[in-house]
């Protein structure tokens, strides 16, 4: 079966706005240094990495949000990262983002019912009452309803603002979603509660995932693959089964073990006597 | 003897006349030289504890009744003037924002001697040398450099750095720390969380661990507090809390943790009959103080 997605080769650099001068533009810093990632059909890819590693770039490229200077980027077969913006419009609807900050990814004055609806009409695909009904179907599918669909999203707490998000994305029926930490910054309940829908959603329709989080132990439970991104670039990439139990990469090790796991283990922090440590 | 014993601990807020309890008889103790943690999720009060403590806060909060002995004198009520002396210097906080604990018009140096000429009464000369011994002492491998540089220069990891030495510099009896390392990436808390028990073995400190992670509670803490809706709803040894939780909320924190080891036995969504029996003994409790 073909690749749902496959990018090969990406390079992206961007102005780094720390640097910016008063004459000239500022200089351009690297950011991802040829990337490869494939997805196939209805499956889940976690990309993983710590902050500045590249990975939430990487989402927002393969969304053709930003143009990488080289490289490709094949979407249900078409090359989305040389095609023109008209061209690729129409391949968006079938690729959709979450965000981490459900609050500010919500208009914050617009009903939530309202806020599900705008894709159907905007879309020309369902209006008035056909777009409310749609609009609920999908309210319920992410274990919402009608009354939550009468608030505005202030009105919602963290986890069901997240619903909502994932209930937008669904609306055009993707066949990618790539998901940007969307349980970061949620309680354990709540974030629980949020990798079960999609878990559930997985494996009811064949949606492709990417989910990008600095979580190994989240993607371990939700992804077949995962991808271990460090300075633009992907370190260690297979099942997730193989590279965690038997991570190749010393990169990868090191995360790992610096995850604290809900046993206790004293020799975990690795303290003993009065062993000094590297001055960073 | 007990360096920090909140007895029947209750804050309210109080907002256009109505007034919503926040913490509901939170009862802790912490033993010399021992961490404590304090877990809990979003809600819970955890945050309000570490505020009780120092006295900040937020202004439509206050305390309404219980105790708060610090080395057997009351917290509560204590003149401006001595809750300034113990607070920075027997009493030190670490806060989620490293960045936002430093001023960030100011040179580190100036924020580091500026406690250790107020607070241990040292000459400049004396307070410089030792600015760089604690710099030094959190592993910092360019302290000279450091100590000209500003807040934004630094990384996060190096900021929380900076605000540890703050915090021990005056050898305090009790730190709190109130998601010191949420901010910061995973490596990086590793050995965060590694220095703070490294200084406070070695310092001899008592630590107030407040924290959303059973997992940095498990490697870390000595005992641990599990707070819902207000108050306490277990306490003991870490280790016994992790092999034999006795409360179901407790039990099921543990099962919604994700587990890389384990994947089965992580996020396990937290059953709603546990909370809203939970919510049931906040109501009647609330009712039965307000009758």
Known sequence: MPDLLSATGLHLALPD????????RAPLIEILKGIDVSLAPGEALGIVGESGSGKSTLGRTLLRIYTPQQGCIVFDGVDIANASETAIASLRLRMQMIFQDSQSSLNPRQRILDILTAPFIAHGIASGDRARERAITLLERVGLDTRHGQRYPHQLSGGQRQRIGIARALAMRPKLIIADEIVSGLDVSVQAQIIALLRSL?????IGLIFISHDLSVVRSICDRVAVMRSGEIVETGACADVFATPQHAYTRALLRAIPLPVVNPQWLQIDGSDPLPRT | MTVLDIQDLHVAFTQRGRVTPVLRGVNLTIEPGRICGLVGESGGGKTMVGKAITGILPEDARIT????????????????????????????MILQQPTTALNPILRIETQILEVLQRQMGLAHQAARARALELLDTVQIRAPERVLRQYPHELSGGMCQRVVIAIAFSCQPALIIADEPTTALDVTVQFEILRLIKI?????GTAVLFITHDLGVVANLCDRVSVIFGGSIIEEGQTTDIFTAPKHPYTSALMAASPRHDQPEKGLHPVPAEIVSQLWREIEEHDRARSA
């Open chain 1, 17 to 24: 706005r720390t640097r910016t001068s008063l004459i000239g």
């Open chain 1, 202 to 206: 997985r494996a009811e329709e064949n």
């Open chain 2, 199 to 203: 200084l406070q073995r070695d310092f």
């Open chain 2, 65 to 92: 009744a219980g105790r708060i002995l610090f080395k057997g004198r009351n917290l509560i009520g204590l003149p401006e003037k001595e809750r300034r002396q113990l607070l920075g210097r027997s009493i030190a």
